[in-house]
Every structure is written in C-alpha cells, then in structure tokens.
C-alpha cells in the first residue's frame, strides 16, 4: 500500500472499517514519521509506546462502529490529558500531570481515537509564529526557516509533514486558522460554545474556542462530528442537537449569498493575497453562489480592542499560577509574596508576562473605564457588523492572513507587526462566530496561503459545504521534500 | 497615555510579578507602543453603544448547589511543588 501516513483522515477511516488495515500499522507509520523527524521540535511529550498498546488493544476487539476507530491522534499541549504531562508550552508547567481528561480529547477517545503525543505550542497560547514556546520554536515543513504559525503551530506543523493525521488546537485570535494558511492545511475555529472548554488551560475565556485542523474539509467536518457537544462542566456550552457533518457535507451551494468586506482590503498586502482572493471569488460565482460586496465597518478596530479583551482575561485566569496549587515554584523570597513574584517572573516567558501586565493595567482602578469598557463597546459594534451582514449574506470571503509564512526572528522583537498577523481573523473570535481556513494557493515562494470563509453562529454546515466546494474547485497540492529527516 | 518606570512598577506589583531593573526600559518601550496602538479606540464615538456582556446571546445556565465530587484530596495534593501529608506548604505567613 501507498504510505498510509500521506492519506486524508476520511480515507484512512474507511481503509480501517473495511478492515483493509489494521490501527497498529497506522500507527506504526506516524511513530516512524515521528521518529525520523530530526528538526521540526512539533512535538512536547512522545505518547508512541502507549499508542502502540492502544493500536494492538484495538485491534483485538475492533469497535467499527465509531467515527474515529482505532485513529491515533497528536494534540495541542493545551488539553489536559489524564496522566499524562500537559504544559502549554510554559516553564510554569513543565511537570504538571493532570488528573483528569479534557472534554474534548475525552470525545476523540470515545469515538475510538487514541492519544499519539501532546503538540508544541506558544507559552499558554500567547503568540503568533510559536516563538514563545519554553520548549523551542517549532518549524514550518514548507521550509527550513519558516515558522509554522501560531499559537497552535505544533499541530499545524505535524499535520502538513504527516507526524499525526488530523489534530485538533485553540484559537483565540485566529490560532488555528492562522497557523493551518501557513502550512497548507484546513483549520476550523466553531462557534464560541460548540465545543466545551473544559479541561483546556485557560487564555481569554470569552475567546477561547477548540478546534479541528485537517488536511482536507471533509476530514474537518468528520472531526467536528466527533468534538462538538453539550458540556454541563462549562457553563457556556451550548445545549443542541448533535449534527452529522460529514454525513450532510455537499458541494451544491447555488444560490448562497456570499459578502466580500472591503475593509479587508489592507494597505501593502501583497498582489498574491489580493490574486487568491479574487480566484475565491470567481470560483464562488463559478459554482452557483453569488457575490455581494458588504461593508464591516469597524474591522480595524478589532485588533486594538483584541489587545485590551484577551490580556485582561489572561491577566484574571492566569492569577491561577502562584506557585502553591500545582507548577513551578521558585526558590527565591523571603516571604509569601515574594515567593508569589519570582515564582511568576521565572516561570513565565517574556510574552506572556506583557500581556498579563497589560490586561493587570487596563483592569485597574482608574483605568477600567477607559479601556477595558471601551473595549466591551467596540466589540459589540463589531458584532453588530456582522450581525446586519448576515441579514444580507450566508458566509463572508476573506483572505486568512495578510501575509504567507515568514521568517523565524523576523517579527519577535516588534510586537505590533506580530499582531498583526492575526487581522483578518479576530474579529471572528470578538464575534463568537464560526469561520474556517483552506489552503487556496501559493506565493512567489511557493509558500502556501489561505483563503477564509466566515458563517453565521452555529451554522458550520453551510461554512463546511463552501469550503468543501472551494476545495475541489481549487485543488490545493503541496509535495514537501521532507527534508527535515536529513541528519547532517 | 505615558508609561514610566513607576506605572510599570505599579502594575507588575499588582500583578505579583517581580520585573527586573534590566528589563524595565524594554518593558516602557513594548508597553507603550502596544498602548499607543489600542489606543486607537479613541477615535471611536461609543456614548450610546452598550458594552457587550455575553457573546451568546443567551444567559448563563445556572444549577442547584449540589456536591457532586469529594474525597481527593490526594489527588488535588499530588502536582502541589511542596507539601505535606495533609496541607499545600508555603512560607511562613505568621510570627
């Protein structure tokens, strides 16, 4: 057989139920890919050995029955995994072990998954090109010396360079779809509440939202099949019927209504972006749908309001970390309070200490109204946007990210120019609304870019079917030399 | 708005994170060039836009104030980074 590790999730699902593989060779060709991987650093903790056991358990007494039968699947460092090492890619908690199950990973495993590694990541999700990871930078397979994107670029760069074969991250910002446009993959933030948050290390509460990234949008609506559910532990869990995405995924989108946000028209974005945007639209018209221009006005706003929202709801749920409960403690202090500051001083990074000092700041007597209040305002506007859109419109077009995978190093020390990498897709977390990235072509590089399809709350179907059109109209390729199995 | 020494000071004691002297101009300089940026919002008339509370639209569900777990104490105990049998241990509070 073709290396199975290449395949498309559906695929390989298909190739287990028809018993034409078994989860231990499946297995076993991700953990050689993992082991042969000399340079990308995706992964934190090497779950192989237990995985394997999984396989050969599975194997024995093969549930078919299930949506993700005997499927071994890497995860971002984010989702606590019981008794096994979860860190958020901070020094904080290098050693924590919890002991208890994320809801979402707990959902994988009860639809036959099993657990294959735990994914690098940027330190507790703060970050756009995995460059504040405490345990390394992680590498874009696309190219030697570009970041996979952030903050789930672990899980983006493992899927593209097939250590896993599907993944699920975070995103806050746009930190799974930014990451999935920079290595050639699908990454899909849900509706704020589709999927539970419980169990998953806490960065802006209101924004947090997990999700799928796959190779294909097929593979996407199959694993958001198998995530997406009523949470009683989390209180802003959405209680509706489960929906069979995959089951109901089609092609036929004629006569949907797509807007085209001229806000989105940036200043210096590159011809490229401008040209894969225009290709998305006539491809959209080419299958049936039509084009309508909308304006939301207050696009560039979200950014700025983005930096008051999410460090204030860092800076309150990473009070947490005091050095006493669980995670790092210092040695250093004379007395309980100074134990509290230097724990807290050594064991976060650089990122995200200025983010809690931010969010600390605008939440400040004095300072509250000013900014954080503000921002709440800002943010309903932004929502109003795009509420009076969809009057008009089923799904929005835009660009994924104003620019194709760049350099490591390139923006680390300009904090604003690494922001603004995220324009494009945090006004949908603001929004609590659904939208979805695919890989839609290439720059001058080479380098993959994506396109993005914004929907109304809960109606992934509609988003699913018109990237799954998309999808097969464009064709999107990528053959990596991988070259990061050369030693020397 | 200017950020100075003293406001960083300010701010990294209520945040109970000790900032470096070193680390304190790079810190002037991050911070006042992310607030000049957010800052932006001011251009914006919102007198008469209500905040946003909930990005659900629905109120928060609420449930009966039930134990529903208990007894692990070990459990609970078993990441902390110093205690003993019973208790989380940290410095001396009282003389």
Known sequence: ?488 | MSIDKDKIKHISKLARISVDEEKIDDLIKDLSSIFNFIEQLNELNTDKVEPLSSILNLPLRSRKDEINDGKIRDKILENSPQKNEEFFVVPKVIE
Not at chain 1, 83 to 102: D, Q
Not at chain 1, 231 to 241: A, C, G, L, Q, V
Not at chain 1, 345 to 374: C, N, P, Q
């Open chain 1, 1 to 488: 057989m073709s290396d199975i590790s290449k395949k498309s999730l559906t695929e390989i699902v298909k190739l287990i139920k028809k018993k034409e593989i078994k989860s231990e060779e499946l297995t076993q060709s991700f953990i050689k890919n993992i082991n042969n991987d000399k340079k990308l650093n995706s992964f934190i903790t090497n779950c192989s050995e237990n995985a394997l056991k999984k396989a050969q358990n599975f194997d024995k007494s093969p549930k078919l029955e299930t949506l993700l039968p005997g499927i071994p699947i890497a995860v971002k460092d984010l989702f606590c995994t019981k008794g096994v090492r979860t860190t958020a890619g901070s020094k904080m908690l290098e050693n924590f072990i919890p002991s208890y199950e994320s809801t979402i990973t707990n959902n994988l495993w009860n639809e036959g998954a099993f657990l294959l590694g735990k994914l690098n990541c940027d330190e507790y999700a703060m970050g756009s090109s995995n460059e504040t990871s405490y345990f390394g930078n992680v590498l874009n397979p696309i190219a030697e010396n570009t970041v996979p994107g952030g903050s789930s670029g672990g899980s983006a760069s493992a899927l593209a360079a097939d250590l896993t074969p599907t993944t699920i991250g975070t995103d806050t910002g746009g930190s799974i779809r930014q990451p999935a446009s920079f290595t050639g993959t699908v990454g899909l933030k849900p509706t704020y509440g589709l999927c539970s948050r419980w169990g998953i290390v806490a960065f802006a509460s209101s924004l947090d939202q997990a999700g799928p990234m796959t190779k294909t949008v097929q593979d996407c609506a199959l694993m958001l099949e198998a995530m997406a559910g009523f949470d009683k532990k989390d209180s802003t869990s959405i209680n509706k019927k489960k929906e069979n995405y995959s089951k109901n995924l089609t092609e036929n989108i004629k006569g949907l209504k797509i807007g085209i946000p001229k806000e989105y028209r940036v200043d210096g974005m590159p011809k490229e972006i401008d040209r894969l945007w225009e290709n998305g639209k006539k491809i959209l018209k080419d299958s049936g749908a039509e084009i309508i221009d909308i304006s939301l006005s207050n696009t560039k706003y979200a950014l700025p309001t983005y930096y008051i929202v999410a460090p204030a709801e860092a800076s309150s749920n990473l009070a947490r970390y005091d050095g006493v409960k669980y995670g790092f403690r210092s040695t250093k202090g004379n007395n309980l309070i100074e134990m509290y500051e230097n724990t807290r001083s050594e064991g976060f990074g650089d990122e995200v200490k200025r983010r809690i000092l931010i969010g600390t700041y605008v939440l400040s007597s004095g300072y509250y109204d000013a900014y954080y209040l503000k921002a709440q305002k800002v943010r309903q506007m932004i929502k109003n946007d795009f509420d009076q859109s969809f009057e008009k419109v089923d799904a929005i077009l835009t660009p994924a990210t104003p620019t194709s995978a760049f350099k490591i190093g390139e923006k680390k020390d300009d904090p604003i120019s690494m922001y603004l990498n995220d324009i494009f897709t945090v006004p949908v977390n603001l929004a609590g609304i659904p939208a979805i990235s695919i890989p839609a072509g290439v720059d001058n590089n080479n380098y993959p870019l994506g396109l993005q399809l914004i929907g109304k709350p809960l109606d992934e179907q509609k988003l699913l079917n018109i990237a799954y059109a998309v999808e097969k109209k464009i064709n999107f390729k990528q053959s990596l030399n991988r070259w990061w199995e050369n030693n020397v």
